[in-house]
């Protein structure tokens, strides 16, 4: 499913996007200034900034770039209930990986990986917890092309955070649970069943 205003799904994400490019330029003239001081130190107070600067900040031009491709896929795939709820969506999946990666990771932790996985997970579990044959059939096209990813969930490269990967996968399948039941909260009761000639049990 595509998002309500294609057009306004892609000028965000395009905008995010050159945000974080826009960031990468600065870090880079600045001698790595923003990295230092925006990344995640796990397990310390003055780490905890980070939780909310690591994912717009990247180590190196090679590391946004590789980012680039699902972050502007799956984050436009992701507005399909609006912007709204994808602002909801997004922030919970980004806290949850930060806080997960705060925890748990050995290491200072940057870059939007985090969140991108948390979409991929909620793009994939949306349609089954809303019971939606479209978002279903949506989310097996996505797993097709895109499923190999999920494998960065697993601790494999120790320069790569699975920390971050796992808990912005945990977001995004908390995101997907609550966005399904806000939906049927606000669609209502199901219509009664029909009896024979007449309403009845």
Do not use: C
């Amino acid at each position: 499913m595509l998002p309500p205003s294609p057009r306004t799904a892609a000028a965000i994400m395009l905008l995010f996007t050159a945000f974080l490019y826009l960031a990468e330029v600065v870090d880079q003239a600045s001698g790595n200034a923003l990295d230092y001081a925006g990344v995640i130190v796990p397990r310390s107070v003055d780490g905890l900034t980070g939780i909310i600067t690591a994912p717009l900040l990247h180590g190196s031009w090679d590391h946004l770039i590789s980012n680039t491709l699902p972050f502007l896929v799956f984050g436009f795939l992701a507005m399909a209930g609006g912007t709204a709820q994808w602002f909801m969506v997004t922030a919970l999946i980004w806290v949850t990986s930060g806080i997960g990666v705060w925890l748990i990771s050995p290491a200072p932790v940057l870059g939007v990986s985090g969140v991108i996985f948390g979409w991929f997970l909620f793009l994939l579990a949306r349609g089954f917890f809303a019971r939606s044959l479209r978002q279903i059939l949506v989310a097996v096209v996505l797993f097709a092309i895109y499923g190999g990813i999920l494998w960065g969930v697993l601790p494999s490269n120790p320069m790569v955070s699975w920390q971050a990967h796992l808990f912005g996968a945990l977001g995004g399948l908390l995101a997907a649970s609550i966005v399904a039941k806000a939906d049927r909260r606000v669609a209502g009761p199901p219509p009664p069943v029909l009896n024979g000639g007449g309403l009845g049990a």
